[in-house]
């Protein structure tokens, strides 16, 4: 029996042993509203309580994570003898990005709650970039024959399992927000009154506000020895098993080291951009995925980081090479520098907020399938290889259910000092869609003439231009003038406060979605 038909026999079995007989007629209501609405019928849905669409969201959730069970428990026990190493560096990912997706599955289960509802509707799209992401790290070697030693990661019916999931968990949050008049629901106020996302307790807001380092770090990294410890990696080591927020100060420093943060909670503070500076050059040609190549990569959620440098000096030539990856759900940068060239900063996935940073690069220099939003942040577009053009954004949304986006606030969009003296040779763009939902939303920016006309750039032909969602409000500058932008049927010039107002704090996706704050200015239309 092949690894497909295995697949099939045990997702029956999954089936029948934790749902019993299938009623569809009682749910069907609610599946019609799911892309995959057969694949949804056929689960069985709970006959001892009214047919509701928490009901068929419980269902559909278990069932879904029964199937990422699986195929991570296939993952985990495979042959790689087929494999080179660089297919052992793409099965390795999918490995760590299966067990994420279970964590996620199962934080999505427990939050029936109709105030956390639009929590999993972030963990179940953080759930859609991991396996998109499984995949992509074969493509980046160019490996897809590889793939068909994965057969149930390219054949099976998970993705579209948890593409109804997705779709489950917004209408049970619709449900919810529309039997009650409680703004907790309806839509957050996620900014409190001195610009900072409300998560961030008091005593986090004083350590972002503050100037130098902190009077009382619980770890000190210092190159000199004035410090607990030389290296971040040994700060880490000695911060796990701390309860609470740890705050690690590193000092003045370039520190050549590739970083790894999982542990919840864990705040990083520097002495300045360009003064706190770590830094690697791990890329694509020299055989990391895009994913493993970052030079700081966090995953534990509640991440902090202000006053420091993120780098990656692989160089253009390299292509992909990472500075910074976040899939830190609640992070914060403040700040900060990024600099690379092509996909510099991963803004991989879950909520994060971006103010007072600086990014640099070529080629999709801010890309990923986050909820993330940039305020008061400057872009530096660099000068990428003869032959290439230049991208700010990639967004990511595979599923128009996903409630991910990347807002750009209040911010400044310009040539860096390398590009300045030859920008008109060089076509710089804000934005091509990497995935079919890709969304992009530019408002009050100040954007120079660095940028073409055409203001975005097809990824392959017609694919997305009518899928995506890009979006232009009240921006200004030489490059912000709207008369030539692209045609497309999903790019809007958006003229109304109140539909900008839909990608403000609390409003993002119709106020059904948790937004980390976007600093729009507040007017009674908002």
Not at 63 to 68: C, E, K, M, R
Not at 98 to 115: F, G, H, K, Q, V
Not at 197 to 211: A, I, Y
Not at 505 to 526: D, E, M, Q, R
Request: glycine content about 8%; overall charge positive.
């Amino acid at each position: 029996m092949d690894k497909l038909a295995i697949f099939a026999l045990f997702s029956f079995h999954i089936f029948v042993a934790s749902f019993g007989v299938a009623n569809a007629a009682t749910s069907s209501s609610f599946c019609s509203q799911t892309p995959y609405p057969d694949l949804c019928n056929s689960l069985s849905i709970n006959t001892m309580s009214p047919q509701t669409s928490f009901n068929v969201r419980d269902a559909a959730l278990k069932f879904t994570l029964s199937q990422a069970q699986y195929v991570q428990k296939l993952l985990s026990t495979m042959d790689l003898s087929s494999l080179n190493q660089l297919g052992k560096s793409a099965w390795a990912d999918c490995v760590e990005l299966y067990e994420d997706s279970i964590d996620n599955l199962n934080r999505a289960i427990t939050s029936a709650n109709p105030t956390k509802l639009d929590d999993a509707q972030t963990w179940l799209s953080a759930a859609i970039a991991n396996h998109q992401t499984c995949q992509n790290g074969f493509l980046d070697f160019q490996l897809s024959s590889n793939l068909q030693s994965f057969p149930f990661l390219v054949n099976s019916t998970f993705s579209k399992h948890l593409s109804n999931s997705l779709a489950i968990n917004k209408a049970a949050l619709s449900a919810a927000a529309a039997h009650s008049s409680t703004q907790q629901i309806k839509g957050r106020r996620l900014l409190s009154s001195n610009g900072f996302p409300e998560w961030l307790s008091v005593g986090d807001r004083k350590l972002l506000q503050s100037s130098g380092g902190p009077t009382k770090a619980d770890i000190t990294v210092a190159q000199d020895g004035s410090g607990n410890y030389k290296t971040i990696a040994e700060a880490l080591a000695a911060a796990k098993g701390k309860g609470g927020r740890v705050v690690i100060y590193v000092k003045q420093g370039i520190y050549k080291e590739n970083v790894v943060v999982t542990m919840k909670n864990i705040m990083f503070i520097g002495d300045g951009i360009d003064a706190t500076v770590v830094t690697g050059n791990k890329n694509v040609q020299d055989g990391s995925t895009t994913f493993r190549s970052a030079t700081f990569a966090i995953t534990g959620s509640g991440f902090i980081a202000r006053d420091m440098t993120f780098e990656n000096t692989a160089g253009p030539q390299k292509h992909q090479a990472v500075a910074l990856r976040s899939g830190s759900d609640l992070s914060v940068f403040y700040r900060c520098s990024f600099k690379g060239y092509q996909d510099t900063l991963y803004v991989y996935a879950q909520r994060q907020f971006y103010r007072d940073c600086d990014v640099y690069g070529t080629q999709d220099f801010v890309f990923g399938d986050a909820i993330v939003v940039f305020q008061n942040c400057n872009f530096n577009l660099r000068r990428p290889l003869g032959n290439q053009m230049n991208t700010l954004t990639a967004q990511a949304r595979t599923d128009p259910n996903e409630n991910t986006g990347i807002i750009i606030h209040n911010s400044r969009i310009t040539a860096a000092s390398d590009l300045k003296s030859v920008q008109g040779s060089i076509r710089s763009y804000l934005g091509r869609p990497w995935q079919k939902y890709s969304r992009t939303v530019i408002m009050t920016t100040s954007i120079d003439n660095v940028i073409d006309p055409a203001g975005w750039l097809p990824w392959s032909g017609n694919f997305a231009l009518s899928t995506l969602y890009y979006a232009e409000y009240m921006n200004s500058g030489p490059g912000a003038a709207t008369g030539g932008r692209v045609k497309w049927g999903g790019f809007h010039i958006l003229t109304s406060p109140a539909e900008a107002g839909k990608f403000s704090v609390g409003n993002f996706l119709a106020g059904n979605s948790w937004i980390p704050g976007t600093g729009v200015p507040f007017t009674s239309g908002l």
